[in-house]
Structures are given as structure tokens and as C-alpha cells.
């Protein structure tokens, strides 16, 4: 599903070293390993908390914020959480609780912006006194908000409403109908195509632009609040694969003007409007605009004062689908020039364009993957990139020419590097972790690619007992393309055993479960299944994210068929090895985890004994347009896709003990799924198991994942050891 919900649920990392015979090994508990856990904190590599003041590496902690050397990592002293509210004056209701939120926005001015309940403000630390403030009563409540560093201008959303308060604390009402229909300034499109939010402030901050979504024709889904005397209806639009959309427009209000002006994109119906950017001279809005069958998607420019439209810039298509996922960046040095990402030579790579919409040319190109773009070297007129070049697996930085299109690495070439890029690009803080490397973080001078080590983490788990991690290849089921898998072998792990074995897997788009961070991304639950005697086994079948196009739309029509032969294979592999034991094989996963957990179990009842399923997609006819018709089209352009991947009709096929775990409240995958499934299963005379978590989305929040954690184990200590 969503990326963001499925990076949530995998986030947490297990650890690797393995203590000597001769000490005592201690046990895990679930309270130590899973996310929400009482002791979780305790278990997880220890972290720096690091932001930019100009080319200044500050640290930000809830007591002292401290600035960094950046040739010797040492630090000094800004100011504390003391100074600060004795500075503001605060009163005990309205102090600042921390300072891990402050923020440095002037690179030239000594100045830390802070927030307390009810203000913001920017604190002179130097002066010792607040040089700006603003109320912001009631922004618990907000639904959304943006501020403007330029004009110092807020916008929010409060009670459905726009507002925007000018630097001097005036407040203006945008609209008034705004409602549960008319949803202003928040994320549209079920949050795909990249979009994260929908306020966007012009970099003079002198106009902010802003999403419109009419959803008042899309069809309700039921959902129902338990937690009163009688169960109150609260429903969620919710626009299925087919069925009608929601239709959006991108509006601009003036703040000097006051008037608001909506951009002149013509029809809305059954189109997508996404990666909303500005000109560097705050005069023109730049839009991808993408048709629904997401095959046909254009880069449009329009004069933000008017609404006109001025360009189209780009078009591309593509028989399958197109996703554009980025805004388009211009370069700081050269507002004529713009870099826009696309996977059209089938990988994702930088291409520069001229502001009339002229390629200039490929800035990067290779059968590798740019992961992330994350800002400019000024001085040396360079791209930073994050990017797989290296290895699949591997997320490494480079700094890339624009006039030459020459890469420098910058990192140390191996893990999975996570840099914060300084304003100018003069710096770099790098936080990375390696399988054997729990977290380092490293200052880089982007121009010489000097590295200084500021924080080296201690391996948490050191004296407990751990599993043996390792990753390889296989071949997947077209016998060229290579798979990476990770296995995790049980704890006290004796050759000469055979051991009951679950496959994890998750397989669907944007997502991936094996990479060079610390255990090769390992989920904890799997060193506590390890611990109780369990091998595991993940492999990123094709469809999933970070391998170029062709991999990725392979399962174009047909979602789980072609994943679940990838998935096969290495069931396969697991077979050839002694130590297997093939008639005590289980499978899980969530999400599009769930769907291909119950696909396997009834595709292939003879190969596994016991799955969990946890929020699946039962039939995509029921999943959200956006989605769902990107990779499989309509149910009546693809009638015999959605019957094929449909897994009503695998109802009768359920041998193995089967548990599907569903959060009552689910918004993404909607319970209709899964009791769908259970009445085809009464109907054919099958027996899954059900558990319902009341009040909970698509996943189990705080102390409930334990015992979501503790519900999925003791199904596999029951029907599979």
C-alpha cells in the first residue's frame, strides 16, 4: 500500500553481533523488539538529532541545542531549554518542552525558531530576547499547516477552513465550505503521486498555493465508532477501482492582492493533478497533470497571478502506466534551468530542462535507480543525488556535474546512507547503517568528500542471543532477473536440524524488504521468531520498488500472479536446503502482504501449513482508484485480470491453517476485503480464523502491536512447530 503506512510497519531493525559461548545469553522479549514495546527505546541504535544553521551542523536534544565542528566533531554550547524559556518568559502552561523541534531558518541570523502551545517564535539567542512571535491558538486541532520563512506568513487549516495569518498576527479566512466534501490545503489523491501534503508557499512567500477537493460524489464507506453507548456512522469517502473520483483544482491566493485565483487546468474530471512547484521568481506554478488511466502525463506551467495556463513543457506516455512522483527543482544558480526526474529510459534519472521545456540533456543514465534528489553543491554547480549505482541493495551519495554529467561518490560506498545536505551543499551529515554497522554518522565536505566520524552507535543488543543474518541472490522466475533475499536462521542454528520456516513477504509496488542497512533490514519479529527456533525467509519478488520500470510493471493487469512464481522460487530454494523442514513451511505479511499471504495459502495449499494475513486485499475492485487502477486498470477494461487475481474464488482452495487480523477501522484496505473473503470461506465450508483490533487503521498503533506481534507467534507456535 502507501509507502509512508509500509515503511512504518517494517521500520523496526534487528541487530548482529552474536555474543561469545561464553556468556549467558539473554532473551528478548516482545516488549524489547516490537515498535510500542515498554523497553523498545532501549533496544534500538542510539541516534544524534542534527539540523542546519546555514553551513552550521547543529545538535538539537530536549535539553541544549549545541553546534558542531565539522573538522573534529566536537561541540560547544548554544544555549538550553532553560535559557530559552527564561529568555521568553514564559509561563509554566505555555513553555517550551523541547528543543529537538527548533529549527535554524536564516543562515545569517542568529535566530532559532521555536513553538510552544499557543506561539511561535524566533528566538535571538544572541540578544537573549524574541525578535518575532505569533499566536497559533487551538494548532493541535489544525489539520494541516505551512509556514513561510520569506514573509514569515502561516497557513492552516482549522474546522475544514483555510486561514492564513500574516507575519503581524492578522488573520484571514479563506473559505467557508469547507467540510468532510470540500477538503482545502490538505493531501489529495489517497496521497499518491508523491503527494505529502497541499499547502505550497511561493518562495517569496508573498503567495501560497493550495488544493480544492470536491469529493462530494465520491460513495461513502461505512465506517462505524464503537467506543459509545450507541455506535456512531462516521464514513470516509472512499473511490474504488471504477467508480466515480473525487475532482481537484489548485488555487492561489495573494497576500498582498488578497484575491484568489484558480488555476485555468480545465475539467477536472477523472484527472490528477500532482507535484505542485514555483518559479524561482514566485510567477509561475508548474503542475504534473495526469489522466486517469495514468498512461498520458504532463508538465503544465501557469501564471499564478492570472490562473492562465502558459506552456505545456513535457508529455510522456507509456503503454503501461506513468507515475510522476517529483516536483520539478530549479537550479539555484541558473533560474532558466530545471532538473525533472523520469523513469523514461526504463529507470528513474535526472533530465535538465531549459524553462521553455527544452531538454538540454540526460544528467544521469545507467540500469540503476535515482532514489532521491537531495539538493545542490552551489560552488561546484552540482546535483546531490541518492542513488542504488553502487548495488540494488545499497543507497549511496554522489555529486553529479551538470555540465559535465562526471559522479563523485562521496559516502564510504557501502550500506545504506541517509544524508541532510546543508543549505549550499558545502556539507553533508551522513546517518547510515551497513548489516554489520548499527549507526554511524559522518560530517562530508562535499567538495573534497572528506569524511569526519561525529557519532558511532554502540550495538544495543550486545549479550543477548541473535540470529545469523545474509543476504544472496536468486534467479527469479524467468530465470535471468536477480532476487535478493535475506534469511535469518534460528538462534543456536544446528545444520544437522531441520527447522519449521516462515516466509515473509511483502511484494508489491513502492515497497522492498531487503536492503544493506543494518541485518539487511531486518523486522525484529523475526529475531524473536528466530529465538524461538524458527528460520525465516524474505525475498523482493518483481513488481517491488528501486529496480528500474520493467521490473516494476511486469505485474501490469495481473497483481500476485507473477509475484507469487517470484515468491516460488524461493520457496524452491528453501527446499534444496537440508536444514528445511518442507513439511513445516508458513507464510505472512500485511497489506499487499496479506493479499499475497492468502494467495500463496490457496494457490499452493500443498507447499504451506499456516499463514497470517494481516489487512489484505481480498479483491482489487474494492481497492482506491489511484492505486488500484495504476496496475490493474478498471474492472470492466480488465475484467479478466480482476477475476484472475480475485481471491474470492481461492476460498475453496484453503487447506492450511489460516488467521486474517484486521484493524476494524481500517481507511486503506476496508474491512469489505476481508469479511468478503470469510463469507466465501462459510459458503465453500473452509476455516480460516479472524481477529479484529476495534478502533484501529490499517495498522495496530503503540502497545496494541505488541499484541498484534503476540497474536501473529503464538499462531505459527500452534499450528506450525
Known amino acids: 500500500m502507501r509507502t509512508n503506512i509500509y515503511r512504518l510497519y517494517i521500520a523496526v531493525l534487528s541487530a548482529l553481533f552474536i555474543p561469545s559461548t561464553g556468556m549467558a545469553q539473554k532473551q528478548f522479549t516482545l516488549e524489547d523488539l516490537n515498535f510500542g514495546g515498554t523497553n523498545y527505546r532501549k533496544f534500538v541504535p542510539e541516534n544524534c538529532y542534527t539540523t542546519w544553521w546555514g553551513d552550521e551542523l547543529i545538535r538539537l536534544d530536549a535539553e541544549e541545542c549545541s553546534i558542531i565542528n565539522k573538522v573534529t566533531g566536537k561541540e560547544s554550547m548554544l544555549f538550553t531549554l532553560a535559557d530559552v524559556n527564561k529568555w521568553l518568559g514564559t509561563d509554566t502552561a505555555n513553555k517550551v518542552h523541547s528543543l529537538y523541534r527548533a529549527a535554524f531558518p536564516y543562515a545569517d ?80 489523491h489517497r496521497d499518491e503521486f508523491g503527494i505529502r501534503g497541499g499547502l505550497f508557499w511561493s518562495p517569496d512567500g508573498t503567495k501560497l498555493a493550495f488544493y480544492r477537493m470536491d469529493q462530494t460524489m465520491v460513495a461513502d464507506y461505512p465506517q462505524v465508532d464503537i467506543f459509545h453507548r450507541i455506535a456512531l456512522y462516521e464514513p470516509d469517502k472512499y473511490p474504488m477501482a471504477g467508480e466515480t473520483s473525487h475532482k481537484v483544482t489548485v488555487m492561489v491566493y495573494d497576500l498582498q492582492s488578497k484575491n ?25 506554478i508548474y503542475i504534473f497533470e495526469l489522466n486517469r488511466d ?137 546517518n547510515y547503517s551497513e548489516p554489520a554497522v548499527p549507526r554511524n554518522i559522518e560530517i562530508i565536505n562535499t567538495a573534497t568528500a572528506k569524511h569526519t566520524l561525529y557519532f558511532k552507535a554502540a550495538d544495543p543488543w550486545l549479550g543477548y ?33 531441520k527447522y519449521p520456516t516462515v516466509v515473509y513477504v511483502y511484494g508489491g509496488p513502492h515497497a522492498h524488504n531487503v536492503d544493506a542497512r543494518w541485518h539487511y533490514a531486518s523486522r525484529s519479529w523475526e529475531t524473536y521468531m528466530a529465538q524461538k527456533g524458527y528460520l525465516l525467509f524474505i525475498i523482493d519478488n518483481r513488481g517491488s520498488e528501486n529496480r528500474g520500470r520493467a521490473f516494476e510493471q511486469v505485474t501490469f493487469r495481473q497483481l500476485g500472479q507473477i509475484e507469487m512464481k517470484d515468491q516460488m522460487k524461493g520457496v524452491e530454494y528453501l527446499k534444496s536446503l537440508p536444514y528445511v523442514d518442507v513439511d513445516r513451511i508458513g ?71 489460516l488467521q486474517i487480523i484486521q484493524g476494524y477501522n481500517d481507511k486503506t484496505v476496508v474491512p469489505q476485503h476481508c469479511l468478503s473473503f470469510l463469507a466465501e470461506c462459510i459458503k465453500a465450508g473452509t476455516q480460516p480464523d479472524f481477529f479484529l483490533y476495534p478502533g484501529e487503521p490499517h495498522n495496530m498503533r503503540g502497545h496494541q502491536s505488541v499484541h498484534l506481534h503476540e497474536r501473529i507467534t503464538q499462531y505459527f507456535e500452534d499450528y506450525l512447530k
Open 109 to 188: 541570523k542568529p535566530l532559532v525558531l521555536l513553538r510552544t502551545k499557543n506561539r511561535m517564535y524566533l528566538l535571538n539567542w544572541k540578544k537573549h530576547r524574541a525578535e518575532w512571535q505569533m499566536p497559533t491558538d487551538g494548532s493541535a486541532a489544525w489539520q494541516a499547516e505551512a509556514w513561510n520563512e520569506a514573509s514569515k506568513a502561516l497557513a492552516y487549516v482549522k474546522d475544514n477552513q483555510l486561514m492564513v495569518k500574516t507575519q503581524d498576527g492578522d488573520s484571514t479566512q479563506l473559505t467557508t465550505d469547507g467540510s468532510r466534501c470540500i477538503v482545502y490545503g490538505q493531501s489529495v
Open 260 to 284: 484568489i485565483t484558480t488555476l485555468q487546468a480545465g475539467d477536472p474530471t477523472d484527472r490528477y493533478f500532482t507535484n505542485v512547484s514555483w518559479s524561482p521568481d514566485s510567477k509561475t
Open 294 to 430: 495514468q498512461n498520458d502525463c504532463r508538465l503544465v506551467s501557469y501564471d499564478a497571478k492570472t490562473g492562465g495556463k502558459i506552456a505545456e513543457l513535457n508529455r510522456e506516455t507509456d503503454d503501461k502506466y506513468v507515475e510522476p512522483q517529483h516536483p520539478i527543482t530549479f537550479l539555484p544558480w541558473d533560474s532558466k534551468s530545471f532538473i525533472m526526474q523520469s523513469q523514461r529510459d526504463g529507470y528513474n534519472h535526472l533530465y535538465l530542462f531549459s524553462a521553455d521545456g527544452k531538454l538540454q540533456k540526460q544528467l544521469t543514465s545507467g540500469k540503476w535507480v535515482v532514489l532521491e534528489m537531495l539538493g545542490f553543491d552551489i560552488k561546484k554547480k552540482a546535483v546531490i543525488i541518492a542513488s542504488n549505482e553502487k548495488n540494488p541493495i545499497q543507497r549511496n551519495t554522489y555529486a553529479v556535474d551538470i555540465k559535465t554529467g562526471k559522479r563523485t561518490l562521496l559516502d564510504n560506498g557501502h550500506g545504506y546512507h541517509y544524508p541532510n545536505l546543508s543549505p549550499t551543499g558545502a556539507f553533508a551529515c551522513d
Open 465 to 497: 542471543g541473535v540470529p545469523e543474518f545474509s543476504c544472496g541472490t536468486l534467479k527469479a522466475d524467468d530465470g535471468t532477473t536477480d532476487l535478493y533475499y535475506r534469511m535469518v536462521k534460528p538462534v543456536g542454528f544446528d545444520a544437522n536440524k
Open 587 to 657: 507464510v505472512h505479511g500485511w497489506s499487499f502482504g496479506g493479499f499475497m499471504t492468502i494467495s500463496l495459502m490457496t494457490n499452493y495449499p500443498e507447499v504451506f501449513k499456516v499463514g497470517v494475513a494481516g489487512g489484505p486485499v481480498i479483491d482489487w475492485k474494492w481497492y482506491e482508484v489511484m492505486y488500484g487502477e495504476r496496475y490493474m486498470d478498471t474492472p470492466t477494461a480488465n475484467k479478466e485480470g480482476y477475476e484472475k487475481t480475485s481471491l474470492l474464488h481461492q476460498a475453496k482452495n484453503l487447506r492450511g491453517k
